[in-house]
């Protein structure tokens, strides 16, 4: 037997080489400058990549790849830093859904409300980019960039005749009209009331895309119209439209920041807010410092201020642990959240708690479980919703005391969906033979081989119907409305945050500091009292991360990215699949939805 000992210790050079390497290229730190000379510091983001909806993981690495609350933390760092005059936003085609630009456009308002101007850099824009410049006082492009906001528009693929040609029959039943979960699968063509839905979605979404852009910018909505259809912009063109301000290079742009200031020197800091890393690993206690980068390290709440905790929900849900996904990312396992709302009531610096919901549902039977620990909670609970709460999503946020969402976030679904895919035509394709012994009226429930019989379809649409009853009357309660009106609201139709506001499955648009400020005035506190904020579930450490693989799941998700970034969800949603429709009934929004 060989002694691994060697191989070990080879490890921990290349990674000590590897935090050298990181901490000799960490930004952020300030040039010097003579004191006796005006100086004006302005700090400079970069905005790309996820922005995930989760805790993260502390320690050295938080900040390689920082999450939606990372980010936004350093904005309100800058508002809130006596030494920056002003920030710079560097938006680069960050891959965000409608509801985390909310998020962002609150924050950059934060920043201006502290009296710091915000500056948008942009190059070769999309409209999520444009969205994001438009929150800024001023927007400026050099001369090579482009501009392209094309409107609104959702694709569909639908995978009947691919199923038709392999053998395999999808024997799906839904509940609810408008619950088209199983369409993409048992037909070629959107319904009626399928594309009807996504045309009332469509059109809000395009509304609030006019309307934010002609507030932002000062045009006749009319005019945004028309610049729209148009879509496509040179740098020039895009200024004498009015979509932007200066068409300049980076260093033409700080000059002119530098001369308007007033100033004699102007300090730019690089990834402003971003962890410095000065971690000793050197001498006697560099293997302890070692193990504190795997182990964790977090801050902590200070212990002396109250505390609002803020609970992810963010992924498919499923019951059981939350578990890394093989692709990447991360269900919402039941028992994970159950865990987290309880260890929130049993702390008693904890006022009130948070649900930051991002999912587009999943697991019916965990659906409830969280909602049952929400309901039983003594202490306030708000919903802050973001890309996506719907199906079983809007089920555990319709339990709390107030519900928040973004105006494009996605939500509703209220419907149930549930069946098998039958592999009988494949079988006698590749030449299976399948032979089976029963016993028992419906033992064929769970088999792949044929279509349900007419007693197992009638006992499937028993529990199902049974289900979709359950979600409606318990949304009606949470709602305060009658079973009738929410029964009009449900059937499987999806809102944006704003029909939903009008139709009360909310309560309130606005940004997760939002919601935190409700949950205060719930539990009895003001408003702007200082709280520390309790993260849950806990972030997972490094050690942690390569113990159950999470790690890899993502190093192999951006490797698929890099060669096709539609592949990688690809192969998630069928991951994704493949663990929910193990299930009896699935509480899941009708397909993946990528507005663009």
Not at 165 to 172: I, K, M, R, S, T
Not at 202 to 222: G, K, M, Q, W
Request: charged share 25%.
């Amino acid at each position: 037997m060989q002694c691994c000992a060697p191989n070990l210790l080879r490890f921990s050079r290349l990674l000590v080489t590897c935090l050298v390497v990181q901490v000799s290229v960490v930004a952020g730190d300030e040039p010097a400058a003579d004191p006796n000379e005006k100086t004006v510091h302005v700090a400079r983001l970069v905005i790309r990549g996820d922005l995930p909806e989760t805790a993260g993981h502390p320690g050295l690495f938080s900040d390689l790849q920082p999450n939606l609350r990372q980010f936004t933390g350093r904005l309100d760092k800058a508002a809130m830093d006596k030494k920056v005059t002003a920030v710079i936003l560097r938006p680069q085609n960050p891959r965000i859904g409608r509801g985390k630009l909310a998020e962002l456009r609150a924050a950059i308002g934060r920043v201006q409300s502290a009296g710091k101007r915000v500056y948008a850099q942009l190059q070769m824009a999309t409209a999520r980019d444009y969205m994001l410049a438009c929150a800024c006082d001023e927007i400026v492009m050099p001369e090579s960039g482009t501009l392209m906001i094309t409107g609104i528009r959702v694709e569909m693929a639908f995978f009947k005749d691919t199923l038709d040609n392999l053998g395999v029959e999808a024997d799906l039943i839904q509940v609810g009209n408008f619950k088209g979960a199983a369409e993409p699968l048992t037909r070629n063509s959107m319904s009626g009331e399928f594309r009807t839905q996504y045309e009332s979605l469509i059109d809000d979404l395009y509304n609030h895309l006019v309307e934010t852009i002609a507030s932002d910018r000062n045009i006749d909505p009319e005019q945004v119209r028309r610049l729209i259809d148009q879509g496509l912009f040179t740098a020039v063109e895009a200024q004498a439209a009015g979509l932007i301000d200066h068409v300049a290079y980076d260093k033409e742009f700080r000059a002119e920041l530098q001369s308007a200031s007033e100033a004699e020197h102007l300090v730019l800091i690089e990834d402003y807010g971003k962890r410095k890393n000065d971690l000793d690993l050197s001498g006697p206690f560099g293997f302890m410092n070692l193990m504190q980068l795997f182990t964790g390290g977090a801050d902590k709440p200070s212990g002396l201020r109250k505390k609002i905790a803020i609970v992810y929900a963010a992924g498919p849900i499923t019951t059981g642990k939350s578990v890394p996904g093989v692709f990447g990312g991360q269900t919402v396992g039941s028992d994970t959240i159950v865990e987290a709302i309880e260890k929130a009531e049993d702390d008693q610096n904890v006022a009130a708690t948070v649900l930051r919901v991002d999912s587009p549902g999943g697991s019916a039977i965990g659906s409830d479980q969280i909602w049952k620990a929400i309901v039983d909670a003594k202490k306030p609970i708000v919903a802050s919703m973001g890309d996506m709460a719907a199906s079983g999503g809007y089920y555990i946020s319709m339990g709390c005391d107030k519900i928040f969402a973004e105006p494009e976030t996605l939500t509703g679904s209220i419907g149930v969906v549930g069946g098998k895919l039958a592999l009988q035509g494949l079988y006698d394709k590749v030449g299976i033979h399948v032979e089976t012994i029963s016993r028992g009226r419906n033992s064929g429930l769970l088999s792949s081989k044929s279509r349900f019989s007419d007693s197992e379809r009638e006992a499937w649409i028993r529990m199902m119907s049974e289900t979709y009853l359950q979600f409606v009357s318990k949304a009606a309660l949470g709602r305060g409305m009658p079973a009738e009106k929410m029964e009009s609201l449900a059937a499987g139709r999806l809102w944006t945050g704003r029909q939903a506001q009008q139709h009360g499955l909310v309560d309130s648009l606005g940004s997760l500091e939002d919601a935190v400020r409700q949950a205060k005035q719930l539990a009895g506190l003001d408003a702007d009292q200082k709280t520390d904020w309790l993260i849950l579930p806990e972030p997972k450490s490094l050690l942690d991360q390569l113990m159950e693989g999470s790690m890899f799941g993502a190093q192999m998700r951006h490797a698929i990215d890099a060669i096709d970034p539609d592949a990688g969800i690809r192969l998630s949603d069928l991951e994704l699949v493949r663990r929910l429709f193990a299930e009896p009934s699935v509480l899941l929004v009708p397909c993946r939805i990528s507005v663009h």
